[in-house]
């Protein structure tokens, strides 16, 4: 399992942090995980099958 950063999801994505935060909030993104006190991350298997649902919809 790999945990993505914050600079490695908005690589991966291309949304913004606050973008980020609104989709979790609403329910349609994967939740962040919390590292930390000042850290989190998101597992990047569940961000992949994120991003392979919109893929999918578009075909």
């Given at each position: 399992?790999?945990?993505?950063?914050?600079?490695?999801?908005?690589?991966?994505?291309?949304?913004?942090?606050?973008?980020?935060a609104r989709?979790?909030?609403?329910?349609?993104?994967?939740k962040?995980i919390?590292?930390?006190?000042?850290?989190?991350?998101?597992?990047?298997?569940?961000v992949?099958?994120?991003?392979?649902?919109r893929?999918?919809?578009?075909?």
């Amino acid at each position: 399992m790999r945990i993505l950063s914050k600079r490695q999801l908005k690589e991966l994505v291309l949304y913004s942090p606050q973008h980020i935060a609104r989709l979790e909030a609403a329910g349609k993104f994967p939740k962040r995980i919390k590292l930390g006190p000042n850290r989190v991350g998101w597992i990047e298997e569940e961000v992949l099958d994120w991003l392979q649902q919109r893929i999918d919809r578009r075909d």
